[in-house]
């Protein structure tokens, strides 16, 4: 791992620099320095320039270390690695959702609010991912918390140990969705991405769907606590196969530890200023990750709004999954694993959405590009938002009164599936990985690169986009929506059992629909004909 090293103080280094940045600036007035995401460039936003110098002075674009020239097979293997690292904090997120009956029965719970934080304090943790550094070893490290975590839990003599391990847990599992998606970048050129940021976006994308199914069987034939070493189990998994193969793949890391191994270590921190000011110290990395986002929901009513529609959706989202368990159970005598089956719903509809809704998305945003001499706008990815933001009251509507009625348990099922359409299509799936966070650099030439790689190569997904298009700090945009999602997401369970006791199943998701339209509707109409001006006030926002 990274040590922090000090930057050569002014009376060391003035002297003996002098002459060399003269030839830097002669360089720089003469060319345009090219700034590609991987090639060495940090995720602080320090001096771009200052920073490409150094790579071509170190023609670190042909350096057989540089993670893009490594052997074929050695590349995808890591690849491979990272997404297996990838698929476990969504299973250790919702594999243990339809066996919140037996944790109930098992700690002698009886208060619906207990039960649901067994599950969602998962969540609150997970919003301080952006504590992690960029280290790919961190992947390793987190891995083997989780695994140690997810024992606890197995093993967890009371409610409290659970609760507390569940938290861990979420802390441990925001490495690798926050630190791997700079891999994809680190390991393949952009003509080379599209198939790996595809592999490395199973995880996210059939970890919900997959995780309460199995969770289901696996409580029903051998008990809830064997849902938590399974987990385990597959973290152990993953570090067999990951700690002896995977290597740092971050080029700023690897060229800096290239330079202290050097015969002058003086030196070599010499002939890399801008590397070492971005990476000599964790707590500056930190402080920008960490202030920033922050900075960006208060500063930016865009921001602000759309976030906090991500994060409404979000809640609903987790609200279902601590919610169907019991509802199926008592209503239509499902026992664990059968019960897990109903989670099919919510992932059917993420699936589905990814076939059709990217190619929907994709379709509008070009043709209305088409229509402005070729020229795309933030705004022009908004069309796609309103069509999910009308299907999720739909899907609320259908899976809320089809419960109430109590009529064929598919219905439900379909109602909820309606609502995990729209809610993909509208947003982003329940684990998304920052096209820009860590690694990519945030100049604003570079972000337009990367950003335009990015709708290539993703899943195409409104909000998520807009956000990226529109804000100069991309990642710091995305890390803000990621953060108000999770305390949602936490929050929304706790309160969801006693609302539906007290309006029904059908007025508590009809209360839900019509906050679903009035946060979902307006505010996006409004922002495709207003969003252009708005932005032009705001100096966060790219023009």
Avoid at 342 to 360: D, E, H, P
Wanted: glycine share 10%.
């Amino acid at each position: 791992m990274q040590t922090s090293t000090s930057r050569p103080s002014p009376a060391e280094s003035t002297t003996a620099s002098v002459e060399h940045d003269h030839e830097k600036s002669d360089r720089l007035s003469d060319r345009t320095i090219p700034v590609a995401p991987g090639h060495g460039e940090s995720a602080i936003p320090e001096d771009k320039n200052e920073e490409a110098i150094e790579n071509l002075e170190d023609d670190w674009e042909n350096d057989p270390d540089n993670a893009r020239n490594w052997p074929t097979i050695q590349r995808w293997t890591s690849m491979s690695i990272v997404s297996f690292y990838t698929l476990v904090p969504p299973l250790a997120s919702s594999m243990m959702a339809p066996g919140l009956p037996e944790v109930a029965e098992t700690y002698h719970l009886t208060n619906p609010t207990i039960i649901a934080l067994t599950l969602s304090v998962f969540l609150i943790s997970f919003a301080l991912g952006a504590l992690w550094g960029f280290w790919l070893q961190i992947l390793h490290i987190a891995n083997i918390f989780t695994l140690v975590f997810s024992l606890g839990c197995a093993f967890s003599p009371n409610t409290g140990s659970l609760i507390a391990f569940r938290f861990m847990s979420g802390w441990s599992g925001a490495a690798p969705i926050a630190i791997g998606g700079g891999s994809v970048s680190d390991l393949f050129s952009e003509r080379d991405r599209a198939s790996a940021m595809a592999i490395f976006s199973l995880g996210p994308l059939l970890g919900p769907a997959l995780g309460p199914i199995a969770g289901g069987f696996i409580t029903q034939t051998v008990g809830i606590k064997w849902v938590f070493i399974v987990i385990a189990i597959t973290c152990g998994v993953a570090s067999l196969v990951g700690i002896p193969l995977l290597r740092e793949t971050y080029a700023p890391v690897i060229r800096l530890r290239k330079a202290k191994k050097s015969a002058d270590p003086e030196a070599a921190a010499r002939a890399h200023p801008a590397l070492l000011h971005a990476h000599g110290s964790k707590m500056h990395v930190l402080w920008v990750n960490l202030t920033r986002p922050i900075i960006m929901l208060c500063r930016s009513m865009i921001c602000f709004i759309l976030s906090l529609y991500m994060a409404f959706l979000y809640g609903i989202y987790y609200l279902m999954f601590s919610t169907f368990a019991n509802f199926f159970k008592t209503t239509y005598g499902f026992g664990p694993g059968i019960g897990g089956l109903a989670y099919i719903g919510l992932g059917g509809g993420f699936i589905l959405s990814t076939l059709i809704g990217a190619k929907f998305s994709d379709k509008v945003y070009n043709k209305l590009a088409q229509k402005n001499g070729g020229k795309g706008k933030p705004e022009m990815r908004i069309p796609a938002l309103f069509l999910g933001a009308l299907l999720i009251p739909v899907g609320l509507f259908w899976y809320g009164w089809s419960a109430q009625a109590k009529i064929h348990w598919i219905m439900p099922i379909i109602g909820s599936g309606i609502f995990g359409f729209g809610t993909y299509l509208s947003r982003l799936p329940p684990f998304f990985i920052s096209p820009v966070k860590p690694r990519a650099p945030l100049a604003p030439t570079a972000v337009d690169d990367i950003n335009s790689k990015f709708r290539r190569l993703s899943y195409t997904l409104p909000i998520q986009l807009y956000l990226v298009d529109a804000f100069t700090y991309a990642a710091s945009a995305t890390s803000a929506a990621s953060v108000f999602r999770s305390l949602l997401g936490f929050a929304f369970p706790l309160f969801g059992q006693q609302m539906f006791d007290k309006l029904g199943t059908g007025g508590g998701n009809s209360l839900l629909a019509g906050l679903a339209i009035v946060l979902g509707i307006p505010f996006p109409i409004w922002l495709y004909y207003k969003g252009e001006e708005m932005r032009a006030r705001n100096p966060l926002t790219r023009r």
